[in-house]
């Protein structure tokens, strides 16, 4: 199974946009939530939607602010 | 005498404020951390009500600048101390460089402390943002 990639975009404000890529199923929000939690910028919003490629694999994306 | 401004921060780790810092200016060497808050200095070294825990001393702020400082607060989170004078260079533009250069190396320690194998930090394409970005091996 391939690993998780989880990327953190950061903007130009400072927030935080985090995409976690590559695997599926749930546990990706709370990776990145917990990755995200030191910023302890309040979650702006979380979305979970599955991406149907050859395998299925799900991508999330939280935001945190500042 | 220039009169100090507060300004609240989302900043709460001690460690990635320092190194925010050292990209927006202030090497380590230049930075004094303390475990109680310590008192701020003006322009001519007279001694302000200000105190804080992170200083950035006068002499390193620039010619006539006064001390700026970062006080931790009760709820941990830390307020910036900064003269009326100085926030013409210590601006909101360089708030906001110093809150991108604390995001991204609180999100280093913290994954790092998740067991997230950190790959570095890329520019993101079109845009030049910075991304973080960590490796999770899958069971």
Redo the contacts between chains.
């Keep these: 199974m391939a690993d998780q990639i989880i990327s953190c975009v950061i903007n130009d404000d400072g927030s935080v946009t985090a995409d976690a890529a590559g695997f599926k199923g749930k546990g990706c929000v709370e990776t990145i939530s917990k990755l995200l939690s030191i910023l302890h910028g309040q979650t702006l919003g979380a979305t979970h939607k599955p991406e149907y490629r050859q395998n299925v694999t799900t991508q999330t994306q939280i935001k945190a602010g500042r | 005498m220039s009169a100090y401004q507060t300004q609240s921060t989302?900043f709460?780790?001690k460690d990635?404020l320092i190194k925010g810092l050292s990209e927006n200016g202030y090497g380590l060497n230049t930075v004094e951390v303390h475990d109680t808050p310590q008192t701020l200095y003006d322009y001519c070294g007279h001694p302000r009500p200000q105190k804080a825990h992170i200083i950035l001393r006068r002499q390193f702020v620039g010619g006539a600048a006064n001390d700026i400082g970062f006080l931790k607060n009760t709820d941990?989170?830390y307020t910036v101390i900064i003269s009326e004078y100085d926030s013409m260079r210590h601006n909101t533009a360089w708030i906001?460089n110093l809150?991108?250069s604390?995001?991204?190396h609180?999100?280093i320690?913290?994954?790092k402390r998740?067991g997230?194998t950190f790959?570095g930090v890329s520019a993101?394409k079109g845009t030049g943002?910075?991304?973080?970005?960590?490796?999770?091996?899958?069971?």
């Design positions: 989302c709460e780790d990635s941990g989170t906001a809150i991108k604390y995001a991204k609180a999100l320690k913290q994954g998740m997230l790959l993101q943002r910075p991304i973080v970005q960590f490796r999770k091996a899958l069971a």
